[in-house]
């Protein structure tokens, strides 16, 4: 990893730390498959629209280091804490 996209990658952590401080996202991190590593964030949103913004203010997406996929998900439970 470069500088650079070391920099962009703190950034994207910043990002989504943020996100989930605001509410936005109620999880995110790597997901360590052996296949490759990737991230993964679950976030509660009220459109489609909306979960694209907010991927796409991502600054490793919009730098073009990553891309995304999006996956609607109906919640069947959820822990009480």
Known sequence: ???TERTIMLQHID???MLTD????LLFGPVLD??????MAIIEVSSEEEAH???QKDPVIAEGICTYELAPMRI?????V
Not at 76 to 80: F, L, S
Request: no cysteine.
């Open 1 to 3: 990893m470069s500088e």
């Open 15 to 17: 990002y989504w730390t």
């Open 22 to 25: 605001a509410g936005s996202s």
């Open 34 to 39: 052996p296949k490759g590593a990737f991230g």
């Open 53 to 55: 913004e907010l991927a």
């Open 76 to 80: 069947g439970a959820v822990r009480k």
